[in-house]
């Protein structure tokens, strides 16, 4: 079984910065990318950033410039980086992690995290 397990939400001002973190746990042989989406109330769950294996990223245009994502392929871990914040940033931030082969069965499955509020507010 896999587990992602995401932290570093919470409340910040306009303008400020946050680090989120998902850490993967389980029977993982790898992974293939790491993304972080989005959903704020009303709204669908939208893409806002990804990191696969090789280092290879994309962003939403609504984040370009200013959130960063990193990843820790040893630790099974990605991190976004989130700068300049806007009351708009504000959602509950998923962790997916897509391509998770497991030693159990050697098969690619996608697992999502239970998912961290950012509340941009002054």
């Known amino acids: 079984q896999v587990q992602l397990v995401e932290s570093g939400g919470g409340l910040v001002q306009p303008g400020g910065s946050l680090r989120l973190s998902c850490a993967a746990s389980?029977?993982?042989?790898?992974?293939?990318?790491m993304d972080w989406y989005r959903q704020a109330p009303g709204k669908q769950r939208e893409l806002v950033a990804a990191i696969t294996s090789g280092g290879y990223t994309n962003y939403a245009d609504s984040v370009k410039g200013r959130f960063t994502i990193s990843r820790a392929n040893a630790k099974n871990t990605v991190y976004l980086l989130m700068n300049s914040l806007k009351p708009e940033d504000t959602a509950v931030y998923y962790c997916?992690?897509?391509?998770?082969?497991?030693?159990?069965?050697?098969?690619?499955?996608?697992?999502w995290g239970q998912g961290t509020q950012v509340t941009v507010s002054s």
């Open positions: 997916n992690a897509r391509g998770v082969v497991t030693t159990a069965d050697l098969l690619a499955r996608d697992y």
């Open positions: 389980g029977s993982i042989f790898s992974i293939y990318a």
